[in-house]
């Protein structure tokens, strides 16, 4: 089992860049494949992007391609989302999470942990 707790949200102009950090607890975090989806109110979850176990691979979602990174350190059991050039439509509650058996997937349902959430707005 792994806990997981979101980390760098927060209110930020149009062109801004803010990188989020998902925190997990246990010792087998470089066993899980991870991914950050976003919600925005009154919308579906939504995948942005995913990592596989060992951090060689990554997938993005189409509209933050070109402008997020997703990124592992498993020596410090953390997934990052980088993102740039922050538009208004990117404001969501980001959430990380964590898969046992799929690496990559973009459905909210291969994955087994979710953390609570982080606020991202951006607005001028």
């Known amino acids: 089992q792994v806990q997981l707790v979101e980390s760098g949200g927060g209110l930020v102009q149009p062109g801004d860049s803010l990188r989020l950090s998902c925190a997990a607890s246990?010792?087998?975090?470089?066993?899980?494949?991870m991914a950050w989806f976003r919600q925005a109110p009154g919308k579906e979850r939504e995948f942005v992007a995913a990592?596989?176990?060992?951090?060689?691979?990554?997938w993005l979602g189409g509209s933050v391609k070109g402008r997020f990174t997703i990124s592992r350190d498993n020596a410090k059991n953390t997934l990052y989302l980088q993102m740039n050039s922050l538009k208004p439509e990117d404001t969501a509650v980001y959430y990380c999470?964590?898969?046992?058996?799929?690496?990559?997937?973009?459905?909210?349902?291969?994955?087994?942990?979710w953390g609570q959430g982080t606020q991202v707005t951006v607005s001028s």
């Open positions: 999470a964590a898969s046992q058996y799929q690496s990559g997937s973009y459905r909210k349902y291969d994955y087994d942990y």
């Open positions: 990592i596989n176990e060992i951090g060689r691979r990554s």
């Open positions: 246990g010792r087998t975090f470089s066993t899980y494949g």
